[in-house]
C-alpha cells in the first residue's frame, strides 16, 4: 500500500510519522502531485494557521488537488478545519469539501481554557473509522477553533458547546484531535483508516 502524507508548511508530520510506523507502515512524505495522486492513501495533517495555510496551498496548487482525490483521504486537526468551507480564523476560505464553518470558542467562564488542550471524550462515534472503540473513547486535542455540528459529524465532543470531533463524506475523513497522540484508541482509528 502506498500512503502519502502531504508535506506542506502546516506540519505535524513527525508524530504522524511515527504513530504509522508503529502500525508496520512506512509512509511517503510529499508535495508531489502525482505522488499524491497515485497513492491509495492520503493523510493531510496540520498544526497552524488557516490563513498563511491556504496562501500556501494556492500558491503551490494542493488548493485544487486535495478536492479531487478519489483515494481515501484524512485530515488531521487543522488539516480538518482546511477540509471545511470558511474558517473564522482570519477570514479564511478554505478547500470546500465540508460544507461547515469553523468558528472561534468564545466563553467568560473561567472554567473552560482557550485552546482547549488535552483529553477529552469522543461521543455518538459512526462509521468505519470508529470500528472497534467503545464509548466513551479520549482522544487528544489542541486547538482555539472548532467546526460546527452538522450532517457531516461522525464524532461529537463536548467543551464550551459540543463541537464535531470528526467529519465523513464520501471519501473524506477527518478529525479534529490527534490521532497521532491519542493513544490506543488514535492507533486504532489509524489502522481503521488503513483497512479501508
Not at 487543522?78 to 470558542?105: A, K, P
Not at 482547549?116 to 462509521?127: A, D, P, V, Y
Not at 470528526?166 to 483497512?195: D, I, M, R, V
Request: glycine residues 6%.
Amino acid at each position: 500500500m502506498k500512503l502519502v502524507i502531504i508535506k506542506y508548511n502546516a506540519g505535524n508530520i513527525q508524530s504522524v510519522l511515527y504513530a504509522l510506523e508503529r502500525l508496520n507502515v512506512v509512509p511517503l512524505v510529499s508535495d508531489e502531485p502525482e505522488e499524491i495522486r497515485s497513492a491509495d492513501k492520503v493523510i493531510f495533517p496540520g498544526v497552524g494557521e488557516a490563513s498563511t495555510t491556504m496562501r500556501y496551498l494556492r500558491n503551490t496548487g494542493l488548493h485544487s488537488l486535495i478536492p479531487t482525490l478519489r483515494q481515501p483521504v484524512l485530515g488531521i486537526c487543522l488539516g480538518m478545519q482546511l477540509m471545511c468551507s470558511y474558517s473564522e480564523e482570519n477570514d479564511t476560505h478554505c478547500l470546500n469539501i465540508f460544507d461547515e464553518r469553523v468558528r472561534r470558542f468564545k466563553t467568560e467562564d473561567p472554567a473552560f481554557k482557550i485552546p482547549h488542550i488535552g483529553w477529552n471524550t469522543l461521543e455518538e462515534l459512526s462509521g468505519p473509522l470508529f470500528q472497534g472503540i467503545e464509548e466513551p473513547a479520549y482522544a487528544y486535542f489542541v486547538h482555539s477553533y472548532y467546526v460546527e455540528l452538522g450532517p457531516h459529524t461522525i464524532a461529537r465532543t463536548p467543551y464550551i458547546q459540543p463541537f464535531s470531533a470528526a467529519l465523513h463524506k464520501g471519501n473524506f475523513y477527518a478529525t479534529q484531535f490527534h490521532p497521532e497522540k491519542s493513544g490506543k484508541a488514535g492507533a486504532t482509528l489509524l489502522q481503521n483508516f488503513l483497512n479501508l
